[in-house]
């Protein structure tokens, strides 16, 4: 690392949203050339480009006691990782929270190991901050992963509703309601995969970015996750199978309402052409 670059090998994961990003995290965990802190989204590069209260002292204590804090079981946990867990915690409490901050994230990392970032908000940067921070690494690489984008509207706001409480509204809200909800920046936003896509395209060379559809992770994932190692030039690693075959953040299981797909119908068209048009095949399940 140096001034200009303080930043080494970095291994970022963007998004989008419910498409397999978590389980991509806890498989690819086991891989001795990849290290991961203790919390999987970071949100660094989003807090740089305009939303600092994402990394608030009070958001990283609530991030700290939901991903180690409160895991902590006397009884279970192994002594060992409780301590490194807290000696990232020693680094993420730290301030200012700049550059130096987040390289110091990583410092537990072996020498050639990439530093490990999956933070989804990071689809949603502006164009130039990829160039920018293309600029601060050694080496960069960016992992984009593109599911149907109605099968995504319809996880994310699912699962949104789970997590908060209010999965009844599934069974209640009238066409109107689906739609001005699934609208909101902070699901729609995470639908637009042409404009992410140009954007990262507008800072980063073509060994910088790689794009994955979340259909072929999960029909052929040893596949998938080999074409994964090749892009970062890491060594083939043989992943626990029962890692590769568990859940991870699943959805509440409630069928799409048959009116919701025509809500959606010449936005969900437009993505896919764009998709299309930036020279992407798509999976068959895209266009029903």
């Not at 867990?85 to 050639?112: E, T």
């Not at 590769?244 to 009116?259: C, G, H, L, Q, T």
Request: proline letters at 6%; a negative charge; charged letters at 25%.
């Amino acid at each position: 690392m140096t001034e200009d670059r303080p930043f080494d090998a970095l291994f970022l994961s963007v998004g989008a949203s419910k498409c397999g990003t978590t389980w991509l995290y806890s498989v690819m965990q086991a891989h001795p050339e990849l290290y991961f802190t203790p919390e999987k989204e970071l949100h660094y590069f989003h807090f740089s480009y305009g939303h600092e209260a994402i990394l608030s002292d009070e958001r990283r204590m609530a991030n700290a006691n939901a991903r180690v804090l409160g895991r902590i079981d006397p009884a279970r946990s192994n002594i060992r990782v409780v301590k490194r867990n807290l000696q990232f915690l020693d680094a993420y409490f730290d301030d200012p929270v700049d550059d130096k901050w987040y390289a110091n994230l990583f410092r537990a990392k072996r020498p050639g190991q990439y530093s490990c970032d999956f933070s989804n908000f990071h689809a949603l940067l502006p164009a130039h901050a990829w160039h920018e921070i293309a600029g601060k690494c050694g080496k960069l690489r960016v992992l984009y992963t593109m599911r149907n984008p109605l099968d995504r509207l319809w996880s994310h706001l699912k699962f949104h509703l789970q997590v908060t409480g209010q999965a009844d509204q599934l069974d209640s809200w009238s066409p109107e309601e689906f739609y001005a909800f699934a609208k909101r920046p902070f699901i729609w936003d995470n639908c637009e995969y042409g404009d992410a896509l140009r954007k990262m395209t507008a800072g980063l060379s073509r060994q910088m970015l790689y794009v994955q559809f979340y259909e072929d992770l999960f029909s052929r994932p040893d596949e998938a996750l080999a074409s994964l190692e090749d892009f970062l030039g890491i060594r083939a690693h043989e992943y626990p199978s029962e890692k590769i075959v568990k859940k991870v953040n699943v959805s509440a299981e409630r069928p799409m309402p048959d009116f919701f797909p025509e809500l959606f119908d010449t936005d969900i068209e437009r993505i896919a052409s764009e998709v299309e048009e930036l020279g992407y095949e798509l999976p068959t399940n895209w266009r029903r």
